[in-house]
């Protein structure tokens, strides 16, 4: 029987590349409902396409999960809009592809205490996660938040393409937004794309690892890897490393969210090594990217802290998109925030949004 499916976010870039991954196999798939908060004509064109419903506005989201049964929700909605139709899709038995990392990072123990509690599955589709999932062993029920998966890890290598500025001259306090928007290796939506070029969304990656296989983030390392062929490894306690390589297209871990642990045939460029060369490895800078740093402490500092980082990283990347801010300013306004945020427990989803609001404030002030 084909698998019903609801995607949150159906008009963005994830949500496009798995409605293409159903595309090639309508037999293993049954898409129930498309939500999307705006590009209304497109979501309807969609739903046409495969005889589901279509969602669109701000409460889009909520309302695909609430009105409709489904065997897994892709959760891949901008930012903390994510968080609560999350919670309703695992509340109402689904499993959850995740692509849509802030519900992690700022609601990371939440969301994994209710998944726990109802036995539903969470599938990454983040290209890093998916890599580290295929490379732990998993059979059907055994998947990612599961600790008997995790006992043997010694180290989790995110790799992390470096961004646009990698190589680029000392001073980024003149990066123009264009040139954020100008990612080496994947297209994407803006705001993952000027995280990328920051590596804060490297930063957002180590918590969503540390929640998705309850690994903490002392064991979570990360290695630039400019040809964003390896997309990422596991180290394990006897010493042996493993890793998943594949071209760059996000389609490959969607797909393996999707169907796992199955693998199922797509016409898809191969990976040829000896085409490529070299692979290479190198250090991140964390001085010139502060977020990996910022990160670390946000998650040391635990409670509300890391739903602050994400919070004003959002209100900042939306500022430098608009040109209100520089772009080094992104990273000095999420400190000031981290460093002023209130102690809080992230007890609650009125906790998350009420960080959220504190970090609002904060910056009109
Ligand atoms: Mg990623």
């Known amino acids: 029987m084909a698998k019903k499916v609801i995607i949150l976010g159906a008009t963005g870039s994830i949500g496009l590349n798995a409605i293409d991954v159903i595309r090639s196999h309508r037999d293993e798939y049954d898409i129930v409902a498309l939500a999307a908060r705006s590009s209304k004509e497109k979501c309807e064109e969609l739903a046409r396409e495969f005889g589901a419903s279509s969602y669109v506005g701000d409460d889009?989201?909520?309302?695909?999960?609430g009105e409709n049964e489904a065997d897994i929700c892709l959760v891949s909605t901008v930012g903390l809009s994510g968080l609560r139709p999350t919670l309703d899709a695992i509340d109402k038995g689904m499993d959850?592809?995740?692509?849509?990392?802030?519900?992690?990072?700022?609601?990371?123990?939440?969301?994994?205490?209710?998944?726990?509690?109802?036995?539903?599955?969470?599938?990454?589709?983040?290209s890093e996660h998916s890599a580290i999932?295929?490379?732990?062993?998993?059979?059907?029920?055994?998947?990612?938040?599961?600790?008997?998966?995790?006992?043997?890890?010694?180290?989790?290598?995110l790799t992390a393409s470096g961004g646009p500025f990698l190589d680029a001259p000392e001073d980024l306090s003149k990066v123009t937004v264009k040139e954020a928007l100008n990612h080496p290796r994947w297209k994407m939506g803006p705001k993952v794309t000027i995280d990328s070029s920051?590596?804060?969304?490297?930063?957002?990656?180590?918590?969503?690892?540390?929640?998705?296989?309850?690994?903490?983030?002392?064991?979570?390392?990360?290695?630039?890897?400019?040809?964003?062929?390896?997309?990422?490894?596991?180290?394990f306690c006897d010493g042996s490393t493993l890793a998943q390589l594949s071209p760059p297209?996000?389609?490959?871990?969607?797909?393996?969210?999707?169907?796992?642990?199955?693998?199922?045939?797509a016409k898809r460029e191969e990976l040829d090594l000896s085409k490529i060369g070299s692979l290479n490895f190198r250090k991140p800078d964390e001085k010139r990217?502060?977020?990996?740093?910022?990160?670390?402490?946000a998650s040391a500092k635990g409670g509300v802290a890391p739903a602050v980082l994400a919070a004003a990283d959002e209100w900042a990347v939306e500022n430098f998109i608009k040109g209100k801010i520089r772009y080094t300013?992104?990273?000095?306004?999420?400190?000031?925030?981290?460093?002023?945020?209130?102690?809080?427990?992230?007890?609650s989803v009125e906790a998350v949004f009420e960080a959220c609001g504190w970090v609002e404030r904060f910056l009109k002030t």
């Open 198 to 235: 920051t590596m804060m969304n490297k930063g957002f990656e180590i918590l969503e690892a540390r929640w998705l296989f309850d690994v903490p983030v002392e064991k979570i390392d990360v290695v630039i890897h400019p040809e964003s062929i390896v997309h990422s490894l596991v180290t």
């Open 249 to 265: 297209d996000m389609r490959v871990a969607i797909q393996y969210a999707l169907s796992c642990p199955r693998r199922l045939p």
């Open 329 to 347: 300013d992104i990273a000095s306004i999420v400190s000031k925030c981290l460093e002023k945020a209130p102690e809080n427990a992230c007890d």
């Open 96 to 126: 959850i592809a995740l692509a849509t990392k802030e519900v992690l990072v700022m609601a990371g123990e939440l969301v994994t205490q209710a998944a726990k509690r109802k036995g539903v599955r969470f599938l990454p589709v983040d």
């Open 133 to 157: 999932f295929q490379c732990l062993p998993h059979s059907q029920d055994v998947c990612a938040l599961s600790p008997s998966d995790t006992s043997s890890i010694s180290k989790l290598i």
């Open 289 to 297: 990217f502060p977020a990996l740093s910022l990160v670390k402490e």
């Open 60 to 65: 889009a989201a909520l309302r695909a999960v």
